[in-house]
């Protein structure tokens, strides 16, 4: 069980604490704070600083815990095993580092501060102070006060000094508050390295990396065929899985926040000339639409038997043994492929799960600084060089797939 994270009160440095900011100005800070470029990628992350903020305006901070999260804000179980789902540890970091970098950029000239101390899920609320005239997130109710002050100024010795005096303050503040900025910035670069490291042979050149999503074989009635009479027609090239799409949309949300652009295909509109050209992420089985340019790979799904991933081609105990007859499951697997094609001298990225919940569990890890650290922490010296191949399993809770675990690497 893990224990609840102890409540901070912690202040920004450069904000100072204001007990009777209206909660008019926090709701107005946090509608741009969503808005912002920084959070309007993430729904998950503006889910949770939208219900931390105002859980917390309505006198229900005490409620602020892991589980009473995951439960109210991420659909999860009453029950769920947080030892296994860190959704919520996850995402409060998420925020954490995404608040810093609204803080120093879109929001640099935000009088009000909403911040996620750490070791805690409680939010604290600021007013910071400002020399300049305009706020553009509408709060200026925070500086009216400075504003009739310095209208009221007049030259006397007295206030000169003392105008002079609260000039060095406020010097100082900002010049404290750039520091600690800078410091926030420097531990974010560290953080997500471990993406740059794992992406970086992707991203040479300058063009577009292309997200190629798989199409899925399904079997429907012929709507030609009056009746039931129960043929069914195989579509090859109509359908892709939810779960594919959702992997395209996290690895193409990921490469834009890192400044590279991308462009999100379907089914056959990748060619292998295609593959000559471009540093490709391809999404779904490896046994099907991608086998030619897989099949010497030593990790594979084989959907023929069970969705397994094989060994070599051999067996393996890595599928999902209790898939219903509705292809829902409690646990699912899934492999990713970071190599060079000899066929096609270029990267390619491979990730291909089980079901669904593997494809996307998948991406979740290749596109999130903290799992990807995690997954490569027994990775030998110069992985970042090498080709390389991750079995994961992980456990699925209510329809989402929790933090995946690395059962098998290869590198080579």
Known sequence: MVTDLPDSNAAQPGARPVLSLEEAAIRSQLAHILASHEFCSSQRCQEFLRFVVEQT???HADVLKERTIGVEAFGRATDYETNLDGVVRIKASEVRKRLTLYYAGS??????????????????????????????????????????????????????????????????AGVIAVIVLSAHWWNLQRTPSVLNDFWEPMLRGSGPVLIAAAY??????????????????????????????????????????????????????????????????????SSTQW?????????????????????????????????????????DYAVISRAFLPQTHSMLIL??????????????????????????????????????????????????????????????
């Open 107 to 172: 929001g640099k000239e935000a009088r009000v501060v909403i911040e996620l101390p750490v070791g805690s899920y409680v939010p604290n609320f600021a007013a910071r102070e400002s020399s300049s005239n305009g706020s553009p997130d509408g709060s200026s109710e925070a500086s009216a006060g400075i504003a009739g002050n310095r209208a009221k100024h007049d030259d006397t010795a007295e206030h000169r000094v003392r105008d002079a005096s609260i000039r060095i303050a406020a010097i100082a």
């Open 291 to 331: 086998k030619d340019v897989t099949q010497d790979f030593r990790f594979y799904v084989d959907d023929n038997d069970r969705g397994m991933i094989r060994d070599n081609g051999k067996p393996t105990e890595w599928y999902p043994h209790n898939v219903t007859r509705d292809f829902h499951t409690d646990e």
């Open 57 to 59: 305006l309505a006198g």
């Open 351 to 412: 990730i291909s799960g089980c079901t669904q919940y593997g494809t996307e569990g998948a991406a979740d890890l290749i596109s999130n600084p903290d799992l990807l650290a995690a997954a490569l922490r027994e990775a030998p010296a110069g992985w970042q060089h090498k080709n390389l191949q991750l079995v994961l399993r992980m456990q699925v809770i209510a329809n989402a797939p929790a933090s995946p675990k690395v059962v098998a690497a290869h590198y080579w």
């Open 216 to 285: 899925v074989p399904v079997y429907a009635p012929d709507a030609r065929i009056s009746g039931d009479h129960g043929e069914l027609t195989l579509m090859s090239d109509q359908y892709v899985g939810g779960g594919d799409l959702v992997a395209a949309a996290r690895v193409s949300g990921m490469l834009g926040r890192m400044g590279r652009p991308s462009e999100v295909r379907v089914g056959n509109a990748v060619s292998f000339q295609d593959l000559r050209n471009s540093p490709t992420v391809l999404i779904g089985y």
